[in-house]
């Protein structure tokens, strides 16, 4: 099973979108700074994840959710 993630940056509110077989794993890594994207950015928090059947299915909803505007993303986040 894949997921799509949704990262909630704790400081300035910001968000990122990911996909991975173990989002809280990841979460761990992104917090750790190893991810160039998302390590001037800590501390994140796993807001969203979706299961997909396989990996091109999860990538086509990465790519949508990323279009998607703030306030769709805090109403997926709660």
């Known amino acids: ?19 991975a077989e173990t989002p809280e794993d990841r979460l761990v890594q992104h917090n750790q ?22 990996y091109q299915e999860a990538r086509k909803h990465e790519l949508w959710l990323k279009k998607k505007n703030r306030q769709y993303k805090d109403k997926l986040a709660g």
């Open 1 to 19: 099973m894949i997921y799509t993630y949704l990262l909630k940056n704790l400081s300035d509110k910001s968000y990122y979108v990911g996909i």
């Open 33 to 54: 700074g190893k991810s160039n994207y998302t390590q001037s950015k800590r501390p994140w928090t796993l807001v969203y994840k979706k299961p997909h059947k396989d």
